[in-house]
C-alpha cells in the first residue's frame, strides 16, 4: 500500500458515494444505490479496508439511530389531551420508524456485498446475518432512550382495536367503528392496526415495544368483562361464555397480531399465551364469584348457577384457602351480629350448608365455614324458639323443606366414628387447605335438622318447644287446622321418634276430642245456653305444657254457664270433672255503642271487663281489681286494650268510664254514616287501624333486610316477611296489602323505589 | 252499650273424681295413663272396686289375673269387687 502515487481522496469519495452515511454531515438520501457500485468495492477490497468500512458505516447508523431517528420516534409518544387522535398518533410512529429502518436495512445489504467480496466473515453483535444486526441495533437504541410513560401511546392503541374486535364480535352491523368512532365505511382502523402490527413484526419489536402493554391490557381488559357481566347476576353460568368469549375475541385478536412476528415463534407463543390466559380468566373469575359469595349464598337457590361455577373452578385455581377466609369474613361482618335477627340468621345459616354442599361434597368447608354461626346461635336466646317456629309455619320455608327430606336426626354422641371402612380403597385424605378442626372425627352430617340440633346437642329442648309452640298456637285458635298438625306431627315423629313426641299426639288429640264433645253436649237436652253460647278445650293436663297461673274471676253470668257445662261434661263421662282455667280461650264479642260497633275475638279478661262496665258505667280501679281477682297493675294494662279502642275512659285517676260515644266531632260524623248504613263496617275500620299498627311491626324486619341486602324487589320482601314476621295468628298480609305499605313509605322518603327495587336512601 | 257475646271458647283440664290423685298399682297419675298405654282417659278408664278403692282398669286387671286364687285389692286386701256405680 506504499504506492504514493495512489489518489486516497478519489477512493474516499468513490466510497462515500456508495455510502452515503460516511459523508460529512453524514446523509440518508431519499433514494440510494441498490446495491454498491463495483468500483467502490474494488476500492475497499484494494485498499483492504472493508472491516474498517463496515465499521465505521455501522457506527454511523448507530449514532443517526441515536440522535435523530428514535428521539423522533419517541417525541410521538407525548402525552396529549386527544385521545381521539392517539390511534394515527402511534401508527405514524411506526410507520416513521420503519420507513427509516428501511433505509438502514438498505444499507445493510450493501454492507453484505462488500463482505461477500472481500470474504469477511465476521459476525457483527454475534450475528452472522447483518439484518439480525440491524434490528438488535434498532431494539437496542430504542429500549436505550426509552421515555418514562411511553406505554400509554401503546395502551390506547390496542386498547381501541380491542375494543373494535369485541363490538364487532357482539354485534356486526355495527355503522360506527368502535375504534376511531368514524363511520365504518370511511374508518381506516384495520388497515392502519394491520399495517403498524407488520411493521412492527418486521422490525422484530412486536414482542419488546409493545408485549408487555399487551399483556398488561388483556388482563384489565378480561378482569373489567367479568366484572360487568358478573355484577349481581347470580342465575347465569358464565364459565362457557367467558372461554368462548376469551377465544373468539381476546385470542383471536392477539392471533391477528402476531400473525407477523417474524420471529415465527407465534404458534408456540399464542399458545402459551393461551393458557396463560384461561388460567387467568379463571382465576379473575372466581375471585369476583368469592367476593360476591355471601350474596350468592343469600339468593340460593337462584344462584345456583354462579354457585356450579363457582364448584368448576375452585380446583382449576389456588383459591380455595381465598375462599374461606373471605366467606368467614363476610359472615362475620354481614350475618353474626345483633342487627341482624335470629331468623335471618337461619334463613343465611340453612343458604349457607345448601351451597356449601355444592361447593364442597366432602363436607370440610362446610364445617370450617358453620362452626362460627353454630357459636354464635348457641349464644342467641330465641334460637330454637325460631327454627321450631320456622319448621311448623305455614307456607314453604326452608326448613320445612328439610323436615319432609326426611332421615332421624343424629345426635353427636362423640362416639368414634366408623369413617365407612368398606370403603377404605377409595378413602382420600381432606384436602389440607381447609382450615383444620378438632372435630373433624365426628361424622359430618350435612342434614341441616340434624346439624341445629346438634348445636344444642339435645333432642328435648327442641321437642320441649315445639310443644310450648304447639300449646300456644292450639289454644289461641281453637278452629285451627288439626288436620295439618297432625301431617306435621308425623314428619316430626320420623326426626325425632316417637316417644319424644307423644305429648303432643295427646295434645292435638284433646282438641279433636274437644270438638265432638262440644258437640255432644250442645245436643244434651238437659243442657240450655241462655245468651252466652260456649264451648269448651278440654285438654289432658299430663300432657300439656303448664299453663301460667293467673287468677281471673269471671263475671257471674258466665260462671254460671260454666258449672251447666261441667254439669254436661259429668254427665257424659262418668266419674270425671273439669278444672276451668278461666284466663284462658278466646271470646268472640259483638259490641254495639251509642255511635259505632265494633266486633272482636278477645282474651277471657278483657270481656270480663266489659261484661262488668255492662252492668255499670263506671268502675274505680280497685274495685274492679277486687271483683275480677285480678291485680291492679295487670287489670289497668287490660283496661288498656279497650281505651285504645276507645271503648273507656280513664277521666280522673284510677277511675274508667264507658265511653259510649267518641269524643273527636270529625270522627264521629264519618261513623254515624258507616254505622247507620253497614253496622259491620265501623267494626271494620277499626281493625284498619290495627292492621296499620300491625304493618308497623314489619317496618323493623324491612329495614333489617334492606340494611343486608340492599335492594328487594316487592316479592322478596313479602316472601322473607312470611318466614320471619308472620308469627302471631293473625298477622297476616298479602302482597297487595304490603305493597300500598311500602309505597307509603316511599311516599314519605323512608325508602327509594326503582328498577321494581326497594332499598334505603343513603 | 250492648254487649253481645258471639261465643266463649274456654279451656279447661279434666280429672278423674278420685280419692287419689295415683294409681296404687303402677304409681302413675289416674290424670294420665297406665304404663301400657299411650292415650288417657276414654282409653285408660278407671275402674272402682266395693272397697272404693280405684285403680286404672288395666293395671287391676292384670294384677287379679296375676292372683288365681284369692283376688284381693291390692291396697286393703279386702275381697276385690267391682263397683258398677
Ligand atoms: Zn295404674
Ligand atoms: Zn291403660
Ligand atoms: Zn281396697
Known amino acids: 500500500m506504499n504506492n504514493p502515487s495512489f489518489d486516497y481522496k478519489a477512493a474516499w469519495a468513490t466510497i462515500t458515494q456508495a455510502f452515503p452515511i460516511l459523508q460529512s454531515p453524514p446523509s440518508l438520501p431519499e433514494s440510494d444505490f441498490e446495491t454498491v457500485p463495483f468500483e467502490a468495492v474494488n476500492t475497499i477490497k484494494l485498499l483492504n479496508l472493508a472491516e474498517q468500512i463496515q465499521g465505521l458505516v ?57 463482505r461477500e467480496a472481500s470474504n469477511v466473515a465476521k459476525p457483527v453483535y454475534n450475528h452472522a446475518c447483518l439484518h439480525e444486526a440491524l434490528k438488535l441495533i434498532v431494539k437496542a437504541v430504542l429500549l436505550s432512550q426509552l421515555p418514562v410513560d411511553q406505554q400509554w401511546l401503546i395502551l390506547s392503541f390496542y386498547e381501541k382495536a380491542l375494543k373494535r374486535q369485541d363490538c364487532e364480535e357482539e354485534s356486526y352491523g355495527n355503522e360506527q367503528c368502535c375504534g376511531c368512532l368514524q363511520e365504518q365505511y ?104 368469592i367476593d360476591q359469595l355471601f350474596n350468592i349464598i343469600i339468593e340460593y337457590p337462584d344462584s345456583l348457577p354462579a354457585l356450579e361455577d363457582l364448584r368448576l373452578c ?17 359472615m362475620e361482618t354481614r350475618l353474626l351480629h345483633p342487627g ?133 298456637r292450639l289454644l289461641s285458635q281453637y278452629s285451627c287446622d288439626t288436620e295439618k298438625e297432625i301431617r306435621y306431627l308425623e314428619l316430626l315423629k320420623l326426626r325425632f321418634g316417637d316417644s319424644q313426641l307423644h305429648y303432643c299426639e295427646v295434645m292435638l288429640k284433646d282438641i279433636a276430642d274437644s270438638k265432638r264433645i262440644n258437640q255432644h253436649i250442645k245436643q244434651d237436652l238437659n243442657y240450655s245456653e241462655d245468651d252466652i253460647p260456649m264451648s ?21 253470668r258466665l260462671a254460671k254457664q260454666m258449672e251447666k257445662y261441667t254439669s254436661a261434661f259429668e254427665t257424659l263421662k262418668g266419674s270425671r270433672t273439669l278444672c276451668w282455667k278461666t284466663h284462658l280461650g278466646i271470646v268472640d264479642l259483638e259490641i254495639e255503642l251509642a255511635d259505632r260497633s265494633l266486633s272482636l275475638s278477645v282474651s277471657p279478661v278483657h270481656a270480663t271487663i266489659l261484661m262488668h262496665f255492662q252492668d255499670h258505667k263506671s268502675w274505680s280501679l280497685d274495685a274492679l281489681s277486687k271483683v275480677m281477682h285480678v291485680p291492679s297493675t295487670i287489670l289497668r294494662r287490660k283496661l288498656s286494650f279497650w281505651q285504645s279502642h276507645g271503648v273507656i275512659t280513664e277521666r280522673e285517676p284510677d277511675v274508667f268510664h264507658l265511653q259510649e260515644e267518641q269524643e273527636n266531632k270529625e270522627n264521629n260524623l264519618q261513623d254515624d254514616i258507616v254505622v247507620e248504613d253497614y253496622e259491620s263496617e265501623s267494626a271494620m275500620a277499626s281493625a284498619q287501624d290495627q292492621r296499620e299498627e300491625e304493618l308497623q311491626t314489619f317496618w323493623s324486619y324491612i329495614l333489617g333486610m334492606l340494611m343486608n341486602l340492599d335492594t328487594l324487589p316487592l316479592e322478596r320482601i313479602h316472601q322473607m316477611l312470611k318466614m320471619f314476621a308472620f308469627q302471631g295468628p293473625t298477622i297476616e298480609c298479602n302482597i297487595q296489602e304490603l305493597k300500598v305499605f311500602l309505597d307509603r313509605k316511599v ?16 | 252499650m250492648k254487649l253481645t257475646i258471639k261465643n266463649w271458647t274456654g279451656v279447661a283440664t279434666w280429672r278423674w273424681v278420685a ?56 291396697m286393703c286386701r279386702q275381697g276385690w269387687k267391682f263397683n258398677n256405680k
Not at chain 1, 376469551?246 to 400473525?259: D, G
Not at chain 1, 334463613?347 to 362452626?371: H, K, N, W
Not at chain 1, 269448651?536 to 257471674?556: C, N, T
Open chain 2, 19 to 74: 280419692n287419689d290423685d295415683n294409681c296404687g298399682i303402677c304409681r302413675m297419675p289416674f290424670d294420665g295413663c297406665c304404663p301400657d298405654c299411650k292415650l288417657p282417659g276414654d282409653d285408660c278408664p278407671l275402674v272402682w272396686g266395693q272397697c272404693s278403692h280405684c285403680f286404672h282398669m288395666h293395671c287391676i286387671v292384670k294384677w287379679l289375673q296375676s292372683q288365681p286364687v284369692n283376688q284381693q285389692c291390692p
Open chain 1, 340 to 472: 341482624v335477627s335470629t331468623s335471618d340468621v337461619l334463613t343465611a345459616y340453612v343458604a349457607t350448608i345448601r351451597s356449601l354442599r355444592i361447593l364442597d361434597p366432602c363436607g370440610l368447608l362446610l364445617e370450617t365455614i358453620t362452626q362460627p354461626i353454630h357459636r354464635y346461635l348457641r349464644s342467641r336466646e330465641d334460637t330454637i324458639r325460631c327454627v321450631v317456629s320456622s319448621l311448623t309455619e305455614e307456607g314453604p320455608n326452608d326448613l320445612a323443606e328439610e323436615l319432609v327430606r326426611g332421615e332421624a336426626v343424629q345426635v353427636d354422641e362423640n362416639t368414634p366414628v366408623d369413617d365407612g371402612v368398606e370403603d377404605w380403597e377409595t378413602w382420600t385424605p381432606d384436602p389440607v387447605d381447609g382450615v383444620t378442626s378438632k372435630t373433624s372425627g365426628l361424622p359430618r352430617t350435612s342434614d341441616i335438622i340434624s346439624m341445629l340440633v346438634n348445636v344444642y346437642g339435645s333432642k328435648e329442648l327442641f321437642v320441649n318447644e315445639y310443644r310450648t309452640l304447639l300449646a300456644d
Open chain 1, 747 to 762: 311516599r314519605e322518603h323512608q325508602l327509594i323505589y326503582s328498577n321494581g327495587l326497594y332499598r334505603l336512601p343513603k
Open chain 1, 186 to 289: 370511511v374508518c381506516q382502523c384495520v388497515e392502519m392496526f394491520q399495517e403498524t402490527n407488520k411493521k412492527l413484526g418486521k422490525m422484530a419489536l412486536l414482542e419488546p415495544l409493545v408485549g408487555q402493554s399487551l399483556t398488561d391490557l388483556i388482563y384489565n381488559y378480561i378482569q373489567a368483562h367479568i366484572q360487568k357481566i358478573c355484577k349481581d347476576s347470580f342465575d347465569t353460568s358464565h364459565l362457557e361464555s367467558l372461554e368462548k368469549w376469551l377465544q373468539s375475541v381476546i385470542i383471536s385478536w392477539l392471533k391477528k397480531i402476531y400473525y407477523y412476528d417474524c420471529a415465527n415463534r407465534s404458534e408456540r407463543f399464542i399458545n402459551e399465551f393461551d393458557q396463560k390466559l384461561i388460567s387467568y380468566l379463571y382465576n379473575a373469575y372466581t375471585k369476583i364469584r
Open chain 1, 536 to 556: 269448651a278445650m278440654i285438654v289432658s293436663a299430663q300432657f300439656w305444657p303448664p299453663f301460667k297461673d293467673e287468677k281471673l274471676e269471671l263475671h257471674k
Open chain 1, 314 to 330: 375452585l380446583p382449576k385455581t389456588d383459591l380455595k384457602p381465598h375462599l374461606t377466609k373471605t366467606l368467614q369474613k363476610a
Open chain 1, 58 to 114: 455501522i457506527t454511523r447508523m448507530e449514532e443517526r439511530l441515536r440522535k435523530d431517528i428514535v428521539p423522533q420516534f419517541w417525541s410521538h409518544f407525548k402525552k396529549t389531551d386527544h385521545d381521539s387522535a392517539t390511534f394515527r398518533e402511534f401508527h405514524d410512529a411506526v410507520k416513521f420508524l420503519y420507513y427509516n429502518y428501511m433505509k438502514l436495512d438498505l444499507i445493510m445489504n450493501k454492507l453484505i456485498v462488500l
